[in-house]
């Protein structure tokens, strides 16, 4: 009965994922409204988009160390109330500074995103359902990412892009609702807190610096997390339209397939490296998959709108590898540091991946520039688009590299 019922708030509590992502991936599906708008280049829309991630760097390291202290209902609470608000000043914008200002703020949400999930299955679940946890909490945050795509679009041509804002925002108040009212902390909760409280940040954070599992599993989740921080979170959508001429909603249905891809991927590595009894193994196969579907998705342009479909499907499939960097950072670090442990990955995963990679990609293609515009949208050639997106396959050989220097757990804790 305890495993049920810590079943049900694991994946309800899962939803706050779900919206985080929900969050950082709408911006796909209403950037070229945004450039209109504010009429702006590639470049500053890039920038606009990665406000939000900044302050996932800023906050991702100390949302570790005070979910490690605090009531985890509490913090999903509080993160809700703050990422409406971001919503609603990035709605109401005059100017891209106040509408960076708010997705500042929504992006404060997303520092707890994964991390406040993954800890609320450990202290609810036994350890050796995590990587099955782990990666059903992907699962529904992907979803979200879907969400954010063909139907954020459909909102948009109905009711522009402040209108589809606006709905995102009585959605998440929505999820709040429902999370305030299922998401508990257990009972012995109470105590871990107490005794984490009692250990000075400087220490846990020494401990969590130290361990190299940590950075490697960060970077590795980091690198193979590219397409789906690249094409599903700001440029796929723009590409699919560019390059193989499809209208804004077939472009969102084919860049949805990543999420797809995902949603189907994270229980799948999940279960087969628990079948496997191995970590590094699965991690390796999707990996080298995932590259090999990437080479084509940037180099082959005579693909039908079906097989399109498939090609992003097995893009976001094989990238779900990635879920098994979080099993490997929590059986490597104490139980009460895992939520700081894990906000390293994150930090990794967000400053890397997102923060600086969405503007350097904005940049590449904005240096590659023929000056061609169409409807007041900036337009790139599909040379520029191969040229910039050649940082994705060699993010995914990085990650393939950072594999070689973990320890295998072997779904084991390696600290007792």
């Known amino acids: 009965m305890k495993n049920l019922k810590g079943w049900i708030i694991t994946l309800v509590g899962a939803l706050f994922f779900f919206y985080a992502f929900f969050q950082a991936n709408i911006m796909t599906s209403i950037n070229g409204e945004l450039s209109k708008y504010f009429g702006v280049s590639s470049a500053q829309i890039g920038l606009l988009s990665a406000s939000f991630f900044y302050a996932n760097i800023i906050f991702i390291i100390p949302a570790g160390l005070i979910l490690d202290r605090f009531s985890i209902k509490m913090l999903m609470g509080i993160n809700i109330l703050i990422a409406i608000a971001g919503s609603l000043i990035f709605a109401f914008s005059e100017t891209i500074f106040m509408a960076s200002i708010g997705r500042f703020l929504t992006g404060i949400m997303m520092s707890f995103g994964l991390i406040i999930c993954l800890k609320l299955a450990s202290v609810w679940l036994p350890s050796h359902r995590m990587a099955l946890a782990s990666s059903l909490i992907v699962t529904i945050g992907m979803i979200g990412g879907v969400v954010s795509q063909a139907p954020i679009a459909y909102l ?29 902390d257990p009972k012995n909760r109470v105590s871990e807190i107490e005794k984490t409280q009692k250990m000075p940040i400087l220490k ?20 193979l997390n590219l397409p789906v921080a690249i094409l599903g979170a700001l440029f796929g959508i723009s590409y699919v339209m560019h390059v193989y001429e499809f209208t804004l909603i077939q472009s969102a249905s084919i860049t949805s397939m990543i999420f797809f891809g995902m949603i189907f991927g994270s229980p799948f590595f999940g279960w ?7 970590r590094k193994v699965p991690m390796i196969i999707g990996a080298l998959l995932c590259l090999i579907f990437m080479l084509i998705a940037i180099y082959v342009q005579t693909l039908g ?32 540091i895992t939520g700081s442990a894990l906000s390293l990955a994150s930090f990794l995963i967000m400053g890397l991946g997102y923060g600086l990679g969405l503007p350097f990609i904005g940049k590449l293609l904005d240096s590659l520039w023929d000056g061609k515009i169409v409807s007041g949208i900036h337009t790139y050639s599909v040379q520029s688009y191969q040229k910039a997106f050649l940082t994705i396959p060699i993010g995914i050989l990085i990650s393939i590299f950072m594999i070689f220097f973990m320890k295998e757990t072997k779904c084991k804790p390696l600290i007792k």
């Not at 522009?160 to 429902?178: D, H, K, R, Y």
């Not at 846990?204 to 490697?216: G, I, M, R």
């Open 204 to 223: 846990s954070l020494y401990l969590v610096f130290k361990e190299p599992q940590n950075w490697f599993c960060g970077l590795f989740t980091c690198f």
């Open 305 to 336: 709108f079906a097989s399109l479909h498939v090609l992003f499907f097995l893009i976001g499939f094989t990238s779900a590898a990635q879920v098994l960097g979080y099993p490997v950072i929590s059986e490597s670090n104490p139980s009460q």
């Open 156 to 184: 948009v041509r109905l009711l522009g892009w402040q209108g589809a804002v606006l709905v995102g925002s009585i959605f998440g108040l929505s999820i709040g609702i429902v999370l305030w009212f299922i998401v508990k």
């Open 272 to 278: 087969f490296s628990d079948y496997l009894r191995l």
